[in-house]
C-alpha cells in the first residue's frame, strides 16, 4: 500500500498534467473557433453575445431622465422611475407631478 507523502506526490503530479492537458485543450479549442469564425464571417450577435464590448472601449453612458416629480418643500425630484422616495410613498403622486 503506498504511503500518504507517495500518494500526494501522486496527486500533485496528476494536478500539474490536467493543468497541462486543459491549456493545451483549450488553445486547440480557440483555433479551431477562430477558423471557423473566419470562415463562415460569423458575428458576437450571431454567435449569440450581447453588448460585447471591445477591450479599452468606453461604456456608453446614458443621460439622466428628467425629473416628473418634484417635492414643494424641498425642492427635491424623482424621474419615476426605480424606488419611489419616501415623500412621495402613500400619497397622490399627480399632486407633485412636474407640468
Known amino acids: 500500500m503506498p504511503t500518504y507523502k507517495q500518494l500526494t506526490a501522486q496527486l500533485e503530479k496528476l494536478q500539474a498534467e490536467v493543468v497541462a492537458a486543459r ?3 483549450v488553445a486547440d479549442a480557440i483555433v479551431e473557433i477562430k477558423q ?7 458575428t458576437a450577435e450571431e454567435l449569440g453575445f450581447r453588448n460585447v ?3 479599452g472601449a468606453a461604456a456608453i453612458k446614458r443621460a439622466p431622465l428628467p425629473p416628473k416629480y418634484r417635492n414643494p418643500k424641498t425642492g427635491e425630484t424623482w424621474s419615476g422611475r426605480g424606488r419611489a422616495p419616501a415623500w412621495l410613498t ?5 399632486r407633485f407631478l412636474i407640468e
Not at 471557423?36 to 460569423?42: D, F, Q, R, T
Not at 402613500?90 to 399627480?94: C, H, M, S
Request: aromatic letters at 6%.
Open 23 to 25: 491549456e493545451k485543450e
Open 36 to 42: 471557423k469564425i473566419a470562415e463562415y464571417g460569423l
Open 53 to 55: 464590448r471591445v477591450k
Open 90 to 94: 402613500g400619497r397622490n403622486k399627480e
